[in-house]
């Protein structure tokens, strides 16, 4: 009964349509995020490849690890956040693992992975 009551006051918070994509991982996505400073809102945006994703309803998370100045930067946003203004998936690629935490270890050309083809329909 009060799992019923908590879904529906959760669905509440979802965010559908074109500010949530569907996204993988192994997807190289865009995340606009709105930043305060002060009394001025600005949208700042993190791109790198989403190595994982975590939990589930309002609860769920995804981590993206880009490289900065030959330093990796993993940074774990929550897909529902009001503070998220958009995701754009720039890319797709073939992954076989639910988490690609071995990314970590590797340097340089080895943390490429190779990109999803998208059959066209031919008219």
């Known amino acids: 009964m009060s799992q019923k009551i908590l879904d529906l006051v959760e669905q ?15 997807d190289t996505v865009d995340v606009h995020t709105r930043i305060l ?11 790198g490849v989403v190595i994982a994703r975590s939990g589930s309803g309002s609860r769920e998370m995804f981590v993206v690890r880009r490289i900065v100045n030959n330093e990796g930067v993993e940074r774990k946003f929550p897909v529902h956040s009001p503070k998220i203004a958009k995701i754009e998936v720039k890319r797709s690629s073939v992954v076989r693992r639910a988490k690609l935490y071995y990314l970590r270890d590797r340097v340089g050309k080895k943390t490429r992975l190779t990109e999803r083809r998208r059959d066209i329909a031919k008219s």
Do not use: A, M, V
């Not at 400073?37 to 791109?47: A, S």
């Open 37 to 47: 400073e002060g009394n001025k809102e600005r949208i700042q945006i993190f791109t």
């Open 12 to 26: 509440s918070s979802l965010k559908h349509g074109e500010d949530y994509p569907e996204f993988e991982i192994g």
